[in-house]
């Protein structure tokens, strides 16, 4: 039997428990009541479930036909699996607004209850949505049907489930004006397990286009988005001296698939992927009822970082920024770094020019302060202050055009935030980086070996997980640069060690051994 006949017979196993038990509805005409103001209309959901049942529906019939079970599957279970990921956002938060009911009934009636419809008492009554929030704790059956046929044959099955089951997800989180914090965080989890099986699966990732983004490059621009790392960072200075015309070398926009998965695959880091993974899907809401002309909360989208230095800050940051132009919030997504140093000048007058120079050159990006707090150091006659005062208003004056990201440790951050009444309201969200575990570490000195064409033998690993023990882990740890310092050393030493050797092997240019790592002074 072949693995994809396979993989369809574990799924027809599988419909024994389908995801959605329908009890007898009531038949009567369908009762509703007045819409909120600012909710959206009651058919907001009807194109979303459609696209998934379409497409959905056509990648299962393909393969129930290559696997000669066509006689076994109906479009029933496709309007199934989106009535219970529809469901599982509902639930969510275990809160069932009427507006969130009404617009249930209005996409999945036609497909599930028949001609007649139920109302949404009817609905509440039967309990099809309680408890369904478990339906999205991980991939469905169906799902992994879809990833193991793509595997086989390099197919885009799994991505289309995905693309219209987020789609799906998004559109239920925006009914309401409010959207909470359990939508948010199931639907991030639920992305996170999809991305995360595909991955492991090894199923290719379609080209941007497949995700509504846009493939054309303009001329000199590279052909594909900012590689990983600090490509797409500058400091003050560098923005300063850009050529006026670098909007036109701009590459477009990377899918938020790519930099979400790129997210994920940074080493440790679990609370931020998950807050990073809440702010996104919260400005994806956002953007649709935006584009319908709903109501929508105000939230700032400026965000405090605390933590040690080398935890990541930056690099989450780079990818914040791109995530922001991905969604429309910002045009060119740069992130430019700055300091106290290039705020604040000497001279009465100066620093309010210094540091609206600096944020012109963040406008449409992301300006990221390094060690923000310095700012509010030395009273009130300090020249911080005055960056501080010219910083807030020009937030207000470019809210639409600019993102502000202020780092540093978290007691003196708090210490910035009260320095000024309008810093609190515009930086309400503070993710915080944890420190690395001494494992976390060593999977960064991996990182780093591999990238430098080195490797650690297994006596090297070892003493690497000795070495980051004995570290005193105290305000000012080294975390990720601590791990960069202790290859640089052990570089060092190993080309000291291979100085006398005559004619090298490759494997000894290449391995790192404990010797090359005894005596590395710590820090």
Same mark, same amino acid.
């Given at each position: ?22 009890? /007898?509805? $009531? ?34 019939? +393909? ?8 006689? $076994? ?28 009911? &009404?617009?249930? *009934?209005?996409?999945?009636?036609? *497909? ?18 309680? $408890? ?5 704790? %991980? ?45 948010? &965080?199931?639907? %991030? ?60 070398? *701009? ?10 998965? &790129? ?27 935006? +584009?319908? %002309? ?36 910002v045009d060119r997504g740069q992130l430019v770094e700055t300091d ?12 309010? &020019? ?6 012109t050159t963040a406008l449409d990006g992301v300006l990221l302060i ?47 935030? /009260? ?26 000195? /991996? ?19 000795t070495w980051f023990s004995a570290v005193q882990r105290d305000k000012?740890?080294?975390? $990720? ?18 100085? /006398?050797? +005559? ?21």
């Open positions: 039997m072949s693995r994809l006949s396979s993989a369809f017979d574990a799924w027809l196993r599988s419909r024994t428990q389908p995801p959605f038990d329908l009890p /007898d509805l $009531g038949r009567g005409p369908r009762s509703t009541g007045p819409t909120p103001p600012g909710a959206p209309g009651a058919d907001v959901l009807v194109a979303p479930v459609q696209t998934f049942v379409q497409e959905v529906g056509q990648s299962l019939d +393909e393969l129930a036909g290559r696997a000669g079970r066509a006689e $076994g599957t109906s479009r029933q279970d496709v309007a199934l699996e989106v009535a219970a990921l529809a469901a599982g956002v509902i639930d969510a938060d275990a809160v069932h607004t009427e507006a969130e009911l &009404e617009a249930y *009934l209005t996409a999945l009636g036609p *497909l599930l209850f028949g001609t007649a419809y139920a109302s949404t008492r009817d609905l509440r009554g039967a309990g099809i949505i309680a $408890g369904r929030r478990t339906f999205l704790h %991980g991939p469905s059956p169906l799902f992994e049907l879809l990833v193991d046929a793509d595997a086989t044959d390099d197919g885009q099955r799994s991505w289309r489930y995905y693309r219209a089951a987020m789609d799906v997800l998004h559109v239920v989180a925006s009914i309401d004006v409010h959207t909470s914090q359990a939508e948010l &965080e199931l639907i %991030g989890r639920f992305r996170a397990a999809l991305l995360g099986r595909i991955r492991a699966a090894g199923v290719p990732r379609p080209e941007p286009s497949f995700f509504g983004l846009t493939t054309a490059v303009p001329p000199g621009a590279p052909a594909a988005g900012p590689p990983p790392g600090d490509a797409a960072t500058a400091t003050a200075g560098q923005q300063a001296d850009a050529p006026a015309d670098a909007e036109d070398a *701009l590459p477009p926009p990377r899918p938020l698939e790519v930099l979400l998965d &790129e997210l994920d695959g940074l080493v440790g880091l679990e609370p931020v992927k998950a807050e990073v993974r809440r702010v996104t899907d919260l400005l994806w809401v956002q953007r649709l009822r935006a +584009e319908r %002309g709903m109501d929508n909360s105000e939230q700032s989208r400026h965000l405090v970082f605390t933590g040690n230095p080398g935890t990541g800050k930056t690099t989450v940051a780079r990818l914040l920024a791109e995530i922001y132009r991905t969604l429309g919030v106290r140093a290039a705020l604040v000048a000497g001279y009465v007058g100066q620093t309010a &020019e210094r540091t609206a120079a600096v944020i390094d060690e923000a707090y310095a700012l509010a150091r030395g009273g009130e006659k300090d020249f911080g202050r005055e960056a501080i005062d010219t910083l807030v208003k020009m937030m207000e004056d470019h809210r639409d055009r600019l993102v502000v990201i202020a780092a540093g440790y978290p007691a003196e951050m708090a210490t910035l935030i /009260d320095a000024n009444p309008g810093l609190s309201s515009r930086f309400p969200r503070t993710i915080h980086f944890p420190d690395y575990s001494d494992e976390e570490l060593v999977a960064i000195l /991996d990182l780093l070996t591999e990238k430098r064409h080195y490797e650690l033998d297994d006596d090297a690993r070892e003493a690497v997980r000012g740890f080294g975390n $990720g640069r601590l791990a960069r310092n202790l290859l640089e050393a052990a570089i060092t030493r190993h080309a000291s060690r291979l100085r /006398d050797v +005559e004619d090298p092997s490759d494997e000894q240019l290449r391995l790192l051994t404990a010797e090359d790592l005894a005596g590395v002074d710590q820090p």
